[in-house]
Structures are given as structure tokens and as C-alpha cells.
């Protein structure tokens, strides 16, 4: 055999053995809120960069208690799910660009930050108490545009890409919040489609300056969280999921949601060819532990109800207190689903993650995105 044949050989071998692990992605970028944020809040408000609000910082303990032991500005007990996909591909955790990820962005770098909507004030007329534009999605990809000389400083952006996957999302919870908690659901109806052609343009920006593997994720069945279940408290009987315990309107509203920007998905698919784009269903996902909780391993009892909070019957009482002095976290985070009436334990992100990874809850199968940058070595 000649060498470059045995080399092959090699290669494919290490391919076939190690599927995706490795090999597929050399690294991720992120845009989205506190379901994926990794630290850029926390970062931004110890800089003075941004001002603290009544949203859950995620900054104190027990936040991170049973994985980082100490709170890193993720809002969970533990990993998110874009770490355990990081660490599927072999990838270090992803650093938020402001601790840190803007020193070496080649590798990856995380632009969420929590609370960050999807539109900005001037369009989403949402009375905040401080400006969130500095965090909006359109200024989640300045950030990455004003890295891209040093994203692709080692090498082409197209050879960087073509190795890097982006998860964009998801975004529109933040937009709807102000909405949903003063109970002022038609208004929340109207920004659909405000939001999720936001959502489409955004994303055509990231291809035309030259991302390739996009994974946009759905929004999570909201009427499940504690969270809002706490704000609808006392709703009518026939409202609720038997099964679930979840507002049904409210998953619906979801749901809605969710079908608009798959619709527009695949319009910018059937416009850009030579793109991978793919649907992540949190929604789904993330309804199967509540139908099935068991079966995971989950506590059957305590479904929709947060292991960290300050009482009530979600343990969700007056928004999301977890963290706060009149706070008190579950023993065993591991058999709750729900970690602070708006987040998921390390646990139930975890299966999540493998339900992404696996192609249960990605349309198209994600292992495909990987095979095609694979032989595009061969071609
Ligand atoms: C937004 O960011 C700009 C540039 O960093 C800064 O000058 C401005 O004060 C920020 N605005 C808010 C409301 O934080
Ligand atoms: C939860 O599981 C226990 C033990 O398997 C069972 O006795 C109980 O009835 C179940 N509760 C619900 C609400 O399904
Ligand atoms: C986060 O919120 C807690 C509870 O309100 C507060 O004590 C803490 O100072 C906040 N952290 C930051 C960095 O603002
Ligand atoms: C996704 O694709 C991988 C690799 O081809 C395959 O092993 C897996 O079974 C697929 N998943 C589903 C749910 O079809």
C-alpha cells in the first residue's frame, strides 16, 4: 500500500470509530439568552457594563453547586445544554466573550446573555427598566462581526466555518416575558411574527458572512414552567394538561411560535442550498420528561415544580427567586426537571442534549451536517 492510501485507511478507521466525536466540529459560537448563556451577564454586570435587574442573575449560590460547585452566570445547578454538546464534539465548555472568549475566538466563543431579547426597544415598546439593545440579538452579531478578523486569523473564515457549528438560540422568550406576565396574551400573539422574521434575518446575516452549520432552537413549552404556572395560578381546571400539569394554552402559544420559525427555516434552507440548517426541538424534548419523568430517571411528583425558588405550589412564587436570601433548593436536583421556575436542572439538560445529539430532536438528524462536512474532505 502507498502511503497516502494507508493514510486514508487511517483516517477512516478513526472516522468510523469515533463517529462525531472530534473530527466533525472544531468549534461553536452561540447567540441567544439564559437557556445558553455561559457567563456574559455575569461578566457584564461585575464590569459595570450592564445594570442589574429584577430577572434572576444566576449569580449566587446554589446556582452551579453540583457541577462548578460555585456559580458561574449559568442558570442551572450544573451544564447547560450547549456544554454537554461541546463536550460531545470534544470541545472545551464554550467562554462567554466577555470572560474571556474574545482572547482566543477561533476556538469558539458564546454571545448570549440572559434576558437578551430578540428585538429591540424601539420595535418591542416592552417597559424595561433598563435599555436591553447593548444585549439584543442585532448586538449579539455586532459582537461576532467585530470578531471576525480575529475569528479568522489562523486560517479562512470558509475553512473555519466549515468546521464550526452555530447554535442560534433560541431567541423570543425575552420578547414575549413582559407580555405573558402582565397576562396581555394577544399582544404576545402580535409579535410572532415580528420576532420570528427577526429571527430569519438574523440568521441570513450569519450566512452571508460565511457560517455553514446552523442549529436553531425552538422555544420551550412554556405553559410547563413553573415559572409562568405560578403567574396563572388558580387557572381554570379544564385549562390544564392532565398528564403534564402544564397550561395548555400557554404550550400552545409555543407551539405557534415554534411552527412560524420552522416555516421560515426552510425557506432560508431552500434558499441557501449549500447551508445546514436544523431545527433543535427543545419543546418536544423537553415534554417527553414531563409526560415520562420515570422513565428518565426523574421524580414523578415533582414535575413541574422548581427545585430552587422561594414557595408557593411551583416553589416559583413572585417570579424566580432562587438565589435569594428567602430561597431554598431540592436535596437531589438530579430527580427534578425544572431548576428555577425558568430553567432546567443539570439533569434534565443533559437528556436534552443526548435527545439533540442522538437526531430524535433535530429535523434534519444532526449527524448529517457532520458526514457532510466529513466527505467534503474527500471531494
Ligand atoms: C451600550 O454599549 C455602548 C458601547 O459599549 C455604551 O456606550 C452604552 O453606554 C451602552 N448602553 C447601555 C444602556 O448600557
Ligand atoms: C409515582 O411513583 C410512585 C412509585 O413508583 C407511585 O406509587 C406513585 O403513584 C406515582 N405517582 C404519580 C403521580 O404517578
Ligand atoms: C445577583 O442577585 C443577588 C440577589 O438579588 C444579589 O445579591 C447580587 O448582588 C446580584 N449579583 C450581581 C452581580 O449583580
Ligand atoms: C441520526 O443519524 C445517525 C447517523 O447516521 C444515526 O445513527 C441515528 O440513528 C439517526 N437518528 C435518528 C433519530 O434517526
Redesign the pocket.
Known amino acids: 500500500m502507498s502511503l497516502p492510501i494507508v493514510a486514508c485507511v487511517l483516517l477512516l478507521t478513526v472516522l468510523a470509530s469515533s463517529q462525531f466525536v472530534n473530527g466533525c466540529y472544531t468549534s461553536i459560537f452561540a447567540f441567544g439568552d439564559s437557556i445558553i448563556d455561559t457567563g456574559n451577564y455575569i461578566s457584564l454586570i461585575s464590569k459595570g457594563l450592564l445594570q442589574y435587574d429584577e430577572i434572576p442573575n444566576c449569580s449566587t449560590p446554589p446556582y452551579g453547586e453540583t457541577f462548578f460547585h460555585h456559580p458561574t452566570g449559568r442558570c442551572s445547578d450544573g451544564r447547560l445544554i450547549i456544554d454537554f454538546i461541546a463536550e460531545h464534539y470534544g470541545l472545551p465548555l464554550l467562554p462567554p466573550y466577555s470572560g474571556g472568549g474574545n482572547a482566543n475566538p477561533g476556538g469558539g466563543v458564546n454571545f448570549a446573555v440572559i434576558g437578551a431579547p430578540a428585538l429591540t426597544d424601539d420595535v418591542l415598546q416592552a417597559d424595561w427598566s433598563y435599555s436591553r439593545d447593548n444585549i439584543s440579538m442585532m448586538s449579539q452579531i455586532n459582537m461576532f462581526k467585530s470578531l471576525l478578523p480575529s475569528i479568522c486569523k489562523t486560517s479562512s473564515c470558509d475553512e473555519i466555518f466549515d468546521k464550526s457549528l452555530i447554535i442560534f438560540g433560541s431567541f423570543g422568550s425575552n420578547d414575549y416575558a413582559p407580555t405573558m406576565l402582565s397576562k396581555r396574551v394577544e399582544d404576545a400573539y402580535r409579535l410572532q411574527p415580528l420576532i420570528v422574521n427577526a429571527i430569519g434575518s438574523a440568521i441570513e446575516e450569519l450566512i452571508k458572512l460565511g457560517v455553514v452549520n446552523i442549529m436553531v432552537p425552538g422555544m420551550l413549552p412554556v405553559g410547563c414552567l413553573a415559572g409562568c404556572l405560578a403567574v396563572y395560578y388558580g387557572s381554570n381546571e379544564e385549562d390544564y394538561d392532565l398528564s403534564t400539569g402544564c397550561l395548555t394554552w400557554l404550550n400552545e402559544f409555543g407551539q405557534k411560535h415554534n411552527r412560524l420559525l420552522q416555516k421560515e427555516l426552510t425557506r432560508i434552507q431552500e434558499h441557501y442550498p449549500n447551508v445546514f440548517i436544523t431545527y433543535a426541538d427543545y419543546y418536544n424534548a423537553r415534554l417527553e420528561l414531563f409526560l415520562s419523568p420515570e422513565k428518565y430517571g426523574f421524580n414523578n411528583e415533582t414535575g413541574v415544580i422548581a427545585c430552587c425558588g422561594s414557595g408557593g405550589p411551583y416553589n416559583a412564587e413572585g417570579d424566580t427567586k432562587c438565589g435569594y436570601p428567602s430561597s431554598h433548593a431540592c436535596n437531589d436536583p438530579s430527580s427534578y426537571i425544572e431548576w428555577d421556575g425558568a430553567h432546567l436542572t443539570q439533569a434534565a439538560n443533559r437528556w436534552i442534549a443526548r435527545g439533540l445529539l442522538?437526531?430524535?430532536y433535530t429535523s434534519p438528524?444532526i449527524?448529517?451536517s457532520c458526514?457532510t462536512s466529513t466527505s467534503a474532505m474527500w471531494i
Do not use: P, V
Open positions: 442522538s437526531g430524535l438528524n449527524t448529517a458526514s
